[in-house]
């Protein structure tokens, strides 16, 4: 029988280096990885056989069409799910066998989520909305210093309903950020926001990501968003079909949607 898997979140917090990736350790290696799920009778393949390495400070668009097993890979990822098979590693931790316990664990203290939908508290300011994570985490930043960071400096007591849907995005990229997380995992997060409006959620992803050297994970089927990436993961039936390296990111307010 194994041994039993290590807690993802008993190592300290390892520092951020400014060097390339193939001079530096992974912070999520993935070998093998499949993801099957039943449906009644018949099995879909999710995953089969990813085999990926993504880095400290890098920003990665996924991308792929819906059904191209995207949004699984990146709950794998976020510990939101196990895979039927392969191994994960977040650092020099095991997450494919470990306890739901041992997941909620990593998830609160290294990952930062960011989805589609906004999932604010409609009864609680934008600033009460962040300190629902910081109250929980280790070494969180102070609330209105996140919702500065993503330019909401001046919209602290606002409520949900108040706010842009840009703007309601930005509050929840504060709050995944404000507990100082290793990773920042995004799922379409400009699926339900219009162009210009989607450009500065954008910018305010790569910013946080330039300025605290998180590594951003960002899944989308919008290709053009790919020339922000300092890599591009393709994925299509389950399978990475390309990785390209991008030789300079633009930024999100030059792009051309």
């Known amino acids: 029988m194994p041994d039993a898997p290590s807690d993802p979140t008993s190592s300290s917090r390892q520092s951020r280096s400014t060097a390339t990736p193939s001079e530096r350790s992974p912070v999520f290696s993935v070998r093998g990885v499949t993801k099957v799920y039943p449906m009644g009778e018949v099995e879909v393949r999710a995953l089969d056989g990813v085999d990926l390495d993504l880095y400290a400070g890098e920003f990665v668009v996924i991308l792929g069409p819906s059904g191209s097993g995207k949004s ?52 609680l300011t934008a600033i009460e909305n962040v300190a629902l994570v910081t109250d929980i985490a280790d070494d969180p930043m102070d609330p209105s210093e996140a919702l500065s960071l993503v330019g909401l400096g001046e919209r602290i007591r606002n409520y949900p309903a108040q706010l842009s849907g840009g703007e309601q995005q930005r509050v929840s990229i504060a709050r995944a950020i404000a507990k100082r997380p290793d990773v920042l995992l995004c799922d379409e997060p400009t699926g339900a926001l219009d162009v210009r409006t989607g450009a500065v959620v954008l910018d305010a992803i790569a910013d946080v990501n330039r300025r605290l050297g998180t590594l951003a994970v960002v899944i989308t089927h919008n290709a053009v968003i790919a020339s922000m990436a300092d890599r591009t993961i393709r994925i299509s039936d389950g399978r990475i079909t390309a990785i390209e390296t991008n030789p300079q990111r633009r930024a999100a307010s030059e792009l051309v949607w």
């Open 72 to 123: 699984t890979l990146l709950n794998l990822l976020g510990g939101l799910d196990t895979p039927t098979s392969g191994s994960i590693r977040y650092r020099d931790q095991d997450l494919s066998g470990a306890s739901d316990a041992q997941l909620t664990r990593f998830r609160r203290d290294h990952v930062g989520f960011i989805f589609q939908f906004y999932n604010l508290m409609p009864g």
